[in-house]
């Protein structure tokens, strides 16, 4: 199983390939900060499985969780600050390579990040896909490292 840098390697390989082809097939053309936004995700994804443990992996994830969260609260985004919050928490439900290794967590983990913004801005769905699909795009990254499929 590779630790934590070897699920960053696969998840930015993941992650900047199909962006990369994306923009190549002119399907998606995100500006450099949405595609910078885009890849921390699919980066974060790929760290996700693994933050229930006690590793360097967890350390970063949560690094960068409380650097954006604090960013969230000084621009007094507190609703957006409070879903990052509950996120934040999901992992410490359950044992390590639990519910997180699992195909379906791939998928309906990241779901508070179209849920919650449509429920609670009104913001359109559609907007929302890229960075689901970054998020699940980097999850997909740490399981197919680890042979979960």
Avoid: E
Wanted: aromatic share 14%.
């Amino acid at each position: 199983m590779p630790g934590y840098r070897g699920h960053l390697a696969g998840g930015l390989l993941a992650g900047a390939g199909t962006l990369a082809g994306l923009i190549w097939f002119g399907i998606y053309l995100p500006d450099i900060k949405t595609a910078l936004l885009l890849v921390s995700l699919v980066l974060m994804g790929a760290l996700f499985p693994d933050v229930d443990t006690d590793s360097k992996g967890q350390n970063f994830f949560y690094a960068v969780l409380v650097v954006v969260d604090l960013a969230l609260l000084i621009q007094g985004d507190y609703k957006w600050s409070a879903i990052l919050g509950f996120c934040a928490l999901l992992p410490a439900v359950g044992r390590h390579r639990g519910w997180t290794h699992t195909w379906w967590a791939m998928l309906l983990v990241p779901l508070p990040m179209v849920i919650l913004p449509v429920w609670l801005y009104q913001t359109p769905w559609q907007h929302l896909l890229p960075f689901y699909g970054a998020t699940v795009l980097g999850y997909f990254s740490h399981l197919l490292l680890d042979r979960k499929f």
